[in-house]
């Protein structure tokens, strides 16, 4: 009798571990199908903003003047009518504003990457500000001397012939990013083969490169790219992907912008500096590609 039960006894201890191991197995082939695997890809996204800047305290300084204007208001570009023409067309498609990326996945949830932030910022024109400083034009100087004289915080009326500036083509920021991606269908055990819903946020730091349209005391304009500061920002956003192929996202992203040498007329000796926060909203469509 006691060896029948001591049989027993190990046949259900034998059957107990298989079944625990094959349940192991089942947990483990179950989390490999919603287990979503991005080390190795590389993505490529192209897309368009809006954005908003604060108030900008802007400096102009050259030969025999150097004024300053104080919390200058400024907006964004959204004049391109939106359509095939100017949105998708290779041939014009840097008209709008525009976002574009290439990076790589280095981690199943981590990527970097570098990008290019195409955003447009114009001084609003003809508004009431208050300048300080002086301007002292000679007749052998390039320019106006209608606006010599001593700014003690006088409220001025901003006309394009005294000061105009505009980074429209554009306020170009090329930086790198590090970004943290999680899809929150592994929660609920979605195939992300077929569809992911990722949430994603990231760092970036780079330079801006704008070409400044700008015009001050009545020179001659100056129209040109010119390395003139740096950025830093932060991102957030929502990455819907198909397919581990195809993908949208949409991203609140703001920062910080320094540009202190900004050529402000065709005269070389011409500079104008600021400084300003901006905040981006943007949509991007964009694809995955495995590499190994």
Do not use: C
């Amino acid at each position: 009798m006691n060896k029948i039960t001591t049989l027993i006894f190990l046949f259900l201890i034998i059957g107990k571990n298989k079944t625990i191991a094959q349940d192991k197995v089942n947990t483990s082939n179950q989390k490999d199908k919603t287990e979503t695997k991005n080390k190795g890809k590389i993505y490529f996204y192209w897309g368009w903003n809006t954005s908003n800047y604060s108030n900008s305290t802007i400096n102009f300084s050259g030969n025999n003047y150097n004024f300053t204007i104080h919390n200058a208001t400024a907006s964004d570009k959204i004049t391109t009518p939106i359509g095939y023409k100017k949105y998708i067309n290779p041939a014009n498609m840097t008209i709008p504003q525009t976002n574009a990326r290439l990076g790589y996945y280095f981690h199943d949830h981590w990527n970097a990457s570098i990008g290019l932030d195409h955003m447009k910022y114009v001084m609003d024109q003809f508004q009431t500000a208050k300048v300080s400083g002086e301007i002292n034009l000679t007749p052998q100087d390039e320019g106006t001397m209608l606006f010599n004289g001593i700014y003690d915080n006088k409220d001025t009326y901003l006309w394009k012939e005294f000061a105009s500036l505009e980074h429209t083509d554009g306020l170009n920021y090329v930086h790198l990013e590090i970004a943290r991606v999680d899809n929150l269908g592994e929660l609920v055990h979605i195939n992300p083969n077929k569809v992911q819903i990722n949430i994603t946020e990231g760092f970036g730091a780079g330079v801006l490169i704008p070409k400044t349209n700008a015009k001050i005391l009545n020179k001659d304009r100056h129209d040109a790219f010119h390395l003139a500061g740096y950025g830093l920002s932060l991102k957030g956003g929502i990455n819907i992907t198909f397919f581990n192929k195809f993908f949208i996202q949409t991203e609140i992203k703001g920062g910080f912008i320094n540009l202190p040498d900004v050529r402000a007329s065709a005269d070389r000796s011409d500079r104008a500096k600021h400084s300003f926060f901006f905040l981006q909203r943007n949509i991007t469509l964009g694809g995955t590609i495995q590499l190994f």
